[in-house]
């Protein structure tokens, strides 16, 4: 059973930055493929990154290319999202999930979720 928790949301202008935190415990083959989710009030949940932990391709939604990063600590089984340039429309709880590859379209484990705001 793989387990998930997140870390690092808060409050921040326009324009700043926030690092979110996945740290993933249990069953790693089953958390190959690491994603970060969002869900803003009113709005259904959105892809934003995955990375794999195996090889290191990334791939994000063409909203948050060129201002997220996604990158994974093995050692520490710690995913994280670096988030610069941030926008209002950023707002929304994030959520990191896994799966044990690309292959599956479902991801198997979701974390909690933590809240980022983003004031103008």
């Known amino acids: 059973q793989v387990q998930l928790e997140e870390s690092g949301g808060g409050l921040v202008q326009a324009g700043g930055s926030l690092r979110l935190s996945c740290a993933a415990s249990?069953?790693?083959?089953?958390?190959?493929?690491m994603g970060w989710f969002r869900q803003a009030p009113g709005k259904e949940r959105e892809f934003v990154a995955a990375?794999?932990?195996?090889?290191?391709?990334?791939y994000y939604a063409d909203s948050v290319k060129g201002r997220f990063t996604i990158s994974a600590d093995n050692a520490k089984n710690t995913v994280y999202l670096q988030m610069n340039s941030l926008k209002p429309e950023d707002t929304a709880v994030y959520s990191c999930?896994?799966?044990?590859?690309?292959?599956?379209?479902?991801?198997?484990?979701w974390g909690q979720g933590t809240q980022v705001t983003v004031s103008s």
């Open positions: 990375i794999s932990r195996i090889g290191g391709s990334t």
């Open positions: 999930a896994a799966k044990s590859s690309f292959v599956r379209s479902d991801y198997d484990y």
């Open positions: 249990g069953l790693t083959f089953s958390s190959r493929v």
